[in-house]
């Protein structure tokens, strides 16, 4: 049970890391829907591939066992992907939190 409370945790600061993401893009919409749309896109694209790169970063020995089980054809990639995503999305909110506690000290 608390595999799923951790993964229930991880998957509101990652939802929340994205939200805020949007919120950010959102006052392009007033240039019309189409500038709305692109740097809606752009963002969510620029967030989530930070958020892989630093799942990476923290999830090493398991990008390494499925890099080894990709080798031998029976690695998950989409799963894995998805792991990194969850697990950065977690540490950017937490980073941030930490950082914006700082400032309210």
Not at 26 to 33: D, I, L, S, T, V
Request: charged share 25%.
């Amino acid at each position: 049970m608390a595999g799923n409370e951790e993964q229930a945790k991880q998957l509101l600061k990652t939802v929340t890391v994205l939200g805020a993401a949007n919120i950010v893009a959102a006052p392009f919409y007033w240039f019309g829907k189409e500038a709305g749309l692109t740097a809606t896109t752009v963002a969510n694209s620029a967030v989530l591939y930070s958020m892989h790169e630093q799942g990476k970063k923290e999830r090493v020995p398991g990008n390494a066992i499925n890099g080894l089980c990709t080798f031998f054809g029976q690695g998950k990639p989409i799963e894995n992907g998805a792991k990194n995503i969850g697990k950065g999305g977690e540490r950017i909110f937490d980073e941030v939190k930490e950082n914006l506690e700082k400032l309210t000290r």
